[in-house]
């Protein structure tokens, strides 16, 4: 993924969110990437807090798509949030990571797990039953400790937070190629 296509997939995602206030067209481009599947994440901050976040691990569409959906649901439906309002729109930046595909990890035990993952590189996805969460990459960045990571990651999915230690969870990472205004 260039450079270049990140940048227009940020000028994709502000489009689709100013679209829905001013009833604009949302940006196309003709570049073959944005046609390809993909899997992506919005995040939407203001002050630099967060004010929404929402995407997709699977590649199930258009790069322009997964974009577009991730955008709206970021600003509308992130659970955490009230929807986004016209005042704040201009106070919002975002960041959009494009996903990589998934590596399951497999491990025997605690430890084995702990030394396969990669702080400030890995995003985790983590599922257990019919419970599941992920955290990106970014997230490192607030949780350095891999231990601390992982339980933390646990709790995000309705687990106990030391749930990560047992087997048979399921431990998933990808790299994410990444832009923000």
């Not at 691990?57 to 016209?86: G, H, K, Q």
Request: net charge positive; proline share 4%; charged share 30%.
């Amino acid at each position: 993924m260039t450079d270049e296509i990140l940048k227009k997939g940020l000028l994709i995602s502000r489009s689709a969110l100013e679209a829905i206030f001013f009833d604009t067209e949302i940006l196309k481009f003709s570049n073959p990437e944005f046609q390809e599947k993909a899997a992506t994440f919005v995040t939407l901050k203001v002050n630099g807090r967060l004010r929404g976040c929402v995407g997709n691990l699977e590649p199930y569409e258009s790069l322009t798509d997964s974009i577009v959906r991730n955008t709206r649901s970021s600003a509308f439906s992130d659970d955490r949030f009230p929807p986004v309002s016209i005042e704040e729109l201009k106070q919002i930046k975002i960041e959009l990571s494009i996903i990589s595909n998934k590596k399951e990890i497999k491990f025997r035990n605690p430890n084995e797990l702990l030394n396969k993952i990669y702080p400030d590189v890995d995003g985790v996805a983590l599922s257990y039953n019919n419970n599941s969460a992920t955290f990106l990459p970014q997230v490192w960045r607030e949780i350095r400790s891999k231990k601390t990571f992982l339980s933390e990651l646990c709790k995000k999915a309705g687990l106990n937070s030391t749930d990560w230690q047992r087997l048979p969870i399921k431990i998933e990472t990808y790299q994410i190629k990444k832009t923000s205004e």
